[in-house]
């Protein structure tokens, strides 16, 4: 059973006269009669009701119908996305952290690169914190990101996932033995690693400020994967999404702080400017993204 048999069948259907189909289908009456046999044989039932005076579907045969009509359109609506993705070309600017481009962006990265071959494809990684900085800037198109609620009225934004903020200790350390901290965890006292900006600073700032605890900040970073390592070789305890310390290959050698404040969890999102969505290259990826996310989340 192939497409234009289908269509075929639907010509005969909607004429409910041979004669006049095998005409509309530039096909003689007997190779007209063998394609609905064909298409009977298959289905294992008349098709059709005939006599000398009249044709008319069998009960199978409306079935089919809405079967075959069904068929040919998405078979035609296939086509033409097709073709649609086959003409998009140009370039796509894309900027993700070394943990969105291992755990998040794989799959619609693969996808994309096969439906678009034609789109230069540019992935910068870097420290999340500036990712928004470069999307205003318009130096890139599409960034992976944690979304503070004050922005959001000015990007496009795609949820992806929501993942805790965590504090983090040498793997061999815990912070509350120390003699300063009194048998619990003193932030005050305890020396600190964070990020130098970005909604994970808000975050243990608003901390800070809530609870009138004046930090002992011993470093600041830029980047989660750079904060890890540094809290990982002793230079103190950090704060990071609990994804990026899974992600992380200094994973053992870094643990999470069980009995630590507990902070705003950071939503991870995909985000363009409004305007980029009316380019092809960006909107094709943006809803690639968006059928991949809604997959996971069914």
């Not at 005409?23 to 190779?31: E, K, T, Y």
């Not at 070309?89 to 619609?108: E, F, H, K, N, Q």
């Not at 009194?182 to 808000?202: F, K, M, N, T």
Request: aromatic share 6%; net charge neutral.
């Amino acid at each position: 059973m192939d497409i234009r048999e289908l269509e075929i069948f639907l010509v005969v259907a909607e004429q409910l006269h041979f004669g006049r189909a095998s005409r509309m289908c530039g096909l003689s009456p007997s190779a007209l009669t063998r394609t609905i046999q064909r298409l009977e044989d298959q289905v294992e039932r008349e098709l059709f009701v005939r006599n000398r005076r009249s044709v008319r579907l069998s009960a199978v045969g409306e079935q089919f119908y809405q079967y075959a009509r069904e068929a040919v359109q998405q078979w035609y609506s296939f086509k033409q996305i097709i073709r649609e993705e086959q003409s998009i070309a140009g370039s796509l600017s894309i900027y993700a952290s070394l943990t969105a481009v291992y755990s998040i962006l794989p799959r619609v990265l693969e996808n994309y690169r096969q439906r678009y071959p034609k789109v230069q494809l540019e992935l910068t990684t870097g420290a999340a914190e500036q990712a928004l900085s470069l999307l205003s800037s318009g130096e890139i198109d599409l960034v992976v990101a944690a979304v503070p609620t004050s922005k959001r009225a000015q990007l496009n934004i795609l949820p992806l996932l929501t993942t805790p903020l965590v504090f983090i200790a040498p793997a061999q350390i815990d912070p509350a033995l120390d003699p300063r901290n009194a048998g619990q965890l003193d932030l005050s006292v305890a020396p600190l690693v964070l990020p130098q900006q970005g909604l994970s600073r808000e975050r243990v700032d608003q901390w800070f400020r809530s609870n009138q605890v004046t930090p002992n900040i011993s470093s600041e970073v830029s980047g989660n994967e750079a904060l890890i390592s540094l809290v990982s070789l002793g230079g103190g305890i950090g704060v990071v999404p609990q994804l990026v310390w899974e992600s992380s290959p200094l994973r053992p050698k870094v643990r999470v702080i069980n009995d630590a404040p507990k902070l705003e969890a950071y939503e991870v999102a995909l985000c363009c400017n409004r305007q980029s969505l009316l380019v092809p290259s960006v909107r094709s990826f943006w809803e690639l993204a968006q059928q991949r996310h809604d997959l996971v989340t069914i």
